[in-house]
Every structure is written in structure tokens, then in C-alpha cells.
């Protein structure tokens, strides 16, 4: 019974940069992710006076592995070298505790606040960056096992589910209740906790992909031409951004105006233009750049082009023909008649 017990505790490992015994923080920062986590080349960033510290646990429960993880502000990235020296292939789903953390997946990029859950593949290269202390907590789950109970896991990778979503609570809540505990189970229960985990997995994920099939066409394309139209100001609006913001697969997003028959980078681009087109006939003093800039266009030549294949006329010609038939200002009146 000893020895059990104490295989038993050896799955349950703490290390911090004291525990690595180094005074580089880079390195034992670098140490402490590949005893309890996954190899990345780190870089500790802390703000002046701010010391950096980072502590991991890490809990062996059956076939998965649950990591709480706190840390200071540093960036850390994972690429061929780190991705070779994984020795498991490995999805995490990590749940937000505290703090804000920016995520790259090399096609798109997250900001993570507490409560959001997102899952990660430790096959694929990527980075993050701390925007101050951070706590997380992390599933790690062999691809296989996964496979085996969400064979559509792919199209959820590196997409965040908000905070107040219930299977973002769902996930986060047991996580949270599971944290405290699990040191004191023994193999048996350690592996009841696993297949539940990897259930909750399943449900969680395969949830969001049915309810993703499940939306109403009209009245998602509705939302989403609400979101465009409430952000065309911004130069990165994309279909990658939209997609995201609305909790839905680029593929799903391209499939919504297809059926209305547009595209998504047409109805952006017909939208910012009708926007300029609308300023430029105010007739106001405000530069063409300044207006094509307000609404989002970063390239003045791309720009023009279009104008003018869409009105036939320049962005120029239109706000010089606004600007001859806006009324004369009084005084420049009564200097006329005077």
C-alpha cells in the first residue's frame, strides 16, 4: 500500500524557478513548462520593479494531465525545435483563471480574458504573450484518445469560447473543483476522474460544432452584417476576424453568404465604400485619405481604383462636384451683394 501510494504521488509534481535551482529566469522558466507542460522558448518580460516568478502544477490523472499554471508578463513561442522535443502528441484545453494572455496560431490571433477556454495542438507552431500575471489551468489530452470522441476536434482549435458560454463554465467549474482534490485520489479514482474529463471534452466540443451546424441562416447573416457594419472602421476586419468574433468557422461563415449569394469580402469592401461615398458628398474640407482611412482602407492607390470603378468617378471629382453646390457661407454672401 505504501508503494502504491507513493507511485501515486509521483504523478503529482509542483516546480517553480526555486525548485529548478538556476538564477536564469529565461531557463527556469523554459525548465518548468517542459517538466509540467510542453517545451517553449520563453522570454521573461517583466515591467520595471516587477520581479518575474512562474510556479506549475501538474497532476497525472489515467491518460490525461491536468496543469495549473501561474506566471509573470514574458512571451514564449513554440516551433520546429520545441515541437520536435514534444515527446507526446498532445491537444490541451485551457481554461483562463486570471489575467489576459494574447494567443498565436499563425492564421489568426486571440486575446484570452478570465473564464474563456480555448483548445490548443501542440503539433502546430504558435505563441503567446502575457499582458500581465497569469493563471490558467490546462487539460492535456492525448490526440488519439480525442479522436476517438470528437473526430471533428480540428475545426475547434484555436477558437475561444466566451466566458459566459455554459460549456465554457461547465469546463472551467470542474476544472476549478477538481484542482483542490485530486492529490488525495488514489489510481481507480484518478482514472474515473480521466474518462469524465475526456467526456466533459467531447460534450463541450462536440456541442459547440452541432449548435454550429444548428444556427439559423438569416438570422446569423443578419448578426453578422450588424458586426461588419459596427466595425468597418477597423483595417484588420477580415473573414478570419468575423468568424471569430462570432463563435463560428470561416467555413461556416463563407457558407452563410454564399447562400445569399455574396461573398464576405465583397459586402466589407461594397460597405466601407458606400461609407467614404456618403462623407465625400458632405462636401466637408476633410482629405480624401482621412475619409478613406476613417473607414478602414490602408492602401490609397487599391482604393481609388475601386472608387472609381464602382461610381465612375474619383473619390476627388466627387467631393470637388459636392463642394460646388454646397451653399455659400452668409458672410461670403453679403461680401458679394455688398
Known sequence: ???????????????????????????????????????????????????????????????VTLVENTHGRGIGRRGPAEIAATEDDLLG?????????GLDFGDHSVVLSP????????????SFRTLGPVTKRTLIIPRERLRLVVPSYESMIGRP????????????????SLAPLVSTLDRVAREAVADAA??????????????????????LLTTIRRYI????????????????ANAISVRTLHRVFEGAGES?????????????????????????????FRWGFRDMSHFSRLFRRRFGASAREVQACARALRPAAPNAARMVNS
Do not use: K, N
Open 1 to 63: 500500500m505504501t508503494t502504491m501510494r507513493a507511485q501515486e504521488a509521483a504523478q503529482d509534481v509542483r516546480w517553480d524557478l526555486d525548485a529548478v535551482g538556476t538564477l536564469d529566469p529565461r531557463e527556469g522558466w523554459r525548465e518548468v513548462l517542459e517538466r509540467t507542460y510542453i517545451p517553449f522558448d520563453v522570454q521573461p518580460g517583466p515591467a520595471p520593479g516587477e520581479r518575474f516568478d512562474c510556479v506549475a502544477s501538474r497532476h497525472r490523472l489515467g491518460g
Open 93 to 101: 484545453i485551457l481554461v483562463m483563471c486570471s489575467g489576459r494572455i
Open 115 to 126: 473564464g474563456q477556454v480555448i483548445m490548443w495542438d501542440g503539433a502546430r507552431r504558435g
Open 161 to 176: 469560447l466566451a466566458a459566459d458560454d455554459p460549456a465554457a463554465r461547465l469546463m472551467a467549474d470542474y476544472l476549478a
Open 198 to 219: 475526456v467526456e466533459l471534452t467531447r460534450a463541450v466540443l462536440a456541442g459547440r460544432a452541432a449548435a454550429e451546424r444548428g444556427l439559423p441562416t438569416a438570422a
Open 229 to 244: 457594419e459596427e466595425h468597418l472602421d477597423d483595417p484588420s476586419l477580415s473573414p478570419a476576424s468575423i468568424a471569430r
Open 264 to 292: 464576405v469580402s465583397a459586402v466589407i469592401r461594397e460597405r466601407r465604400l458606400a461609407r467614404c461615398h456618403a462623407d465625400l458628398e458632405q462636401g466637408t474640407d476633410e482629405s480624401v485619405t482621412a475619409i478613406a
